[in-house]
């Protein structure tokens, strides 16, 4: 035995009539549902619905959602409620509420081994404020990360801003006292979750063979005579011990002086000035001398951005 279900919806200001026989459609096939008819149910598996009036509201199904570049979690609304054929429910009929509230955006983390959240919220009458069914949410929050970065020369210390998500920026740093090729150099996590840019590599400055020496025999707390650097001389105010050329007494100040056409960047000269205390240097011999007019006072080599 079949039920001849009639529906006569009052007039809505504002609707069109497409949208009144899309509504009766789904009013009167959940009531076919709820009453044994033979017409299909437009239940999803594993989506909980409730009929409340004859109208099928459906909880809103797992969502993916996929954090933007610089940010680690992902900025949730509320879903819009529907009925079971993924018709749009008016708020002023039926709210969802979260434990956020009905109004109020919510910000969820990358997902732990890519298993979703999962909190409960509330399907309510808008007029009455009757709670008619309760929901399960669940969303699966993607942050694309490359991992962590691992530098290809041990003379490199990398520090990274976003650590490893997509738009992390890691600069680099040379270890004892090295200068960067590139200072300005840096590697970028990329959208397909890759390091891109290319790594700098640190230069120092090398002691030949012909200046190799026993450090036991070393006189007491003098200094080591510092190879002069390119295009420059290192002058020093006294001459080195007579005993030694290779060293210069504790208290001695040495200066770098730059050969004719070539000069000292204004950020280094302070560095360009060696005092020997204990047996050190209070500077370090790097490239001090540049060509006269040079506005960066070093050359920095293209860069490649991925």
Not at 150 to 177: E, M, Y
Not at 216 to 221: A, K, N, V, Y
Not at 236 to 262: A, M, Q, W
Request: proline share 6%; net charge positive.
């Amino acid at each position: 035995m079949y039920l001849n279900l009639v529906y006569r919806q009052k007039p809505h200001h504002g609707r069109n009539r497409a949208q009144h026989r899309q509504r009766h459609m789904d009013w009167t096939s959940a009531a076919i549902a709820t009453t044994g008819g033979n017409r299909r149910s437009f239940h999803e598996p594993g989506v909980k619905s409730t009929v409340v009036n004859g109208l099928c509201i459906k909880c809103p199904a797992e969502k993916t959602a996929i954090a933007r570049k610089g940010l680690d979690g992902v900025l949730i609304e509320p879903p819009m409620l529907t009925t079971c054929r993924n018709q749009p429910i008016s708020r002023d009929l039926y709210e969802l509420e979260t434990l956020f509230g009905n109004k109020f955006n919510f910000v969820l983390p990358h997902s732990a081994g890519g298993v979703p959240y999962s909190f409960l919220a509330r399907v309510v009458n808008a007029r009455s404020g009757k709670v008619v069914q309760t929901c399960d949410l669940r969303y699966k929050v993607i942050v694309k990360q490359c991992g962590r970065y691992h530098p290809k020369s041990k003379d490199l210390k990398v520090a990274c801003d976003l650590g490893q998500i997509w738009g992390s920026k890691c600069t680099f740093h040379c270890r004892n006292g090295g200068y960067l090729s590139a200072p300005g150099a840096f590697v970028e996590c990329s959208e397909e979750q890759t390091w891109e840019g290319e790594e700098p590599y640190c230069s120092y400055n090398e002691v030949s063979d012909d200046y190799a020496y026993d450090t036991d025999t070393q006189l007491g707390s003098d200094c080591t005579y510092q190879i002069p650097p390119n295009n420059g001389r290192f002058a020093c105010e006294i001459k080195p011990t007579s005993g030694n050329d290779l060293y210069v007494p504790t208290g001695t100040v040495c200066r770098i002086k730059c050969n004719d056409h070539f000069e000292i960047p204004p950020h280094l000269r302070s560095a360009s000035v060696f005092e020997c205390h204990e047996g050190r240097w209070n500077s370090t011999m790097r490239h001090f001398c540049h060509k006269a007019g040079s506005s960066s006072g070093m050359q920095l080599p293209k860069r490649r951005y991925g």
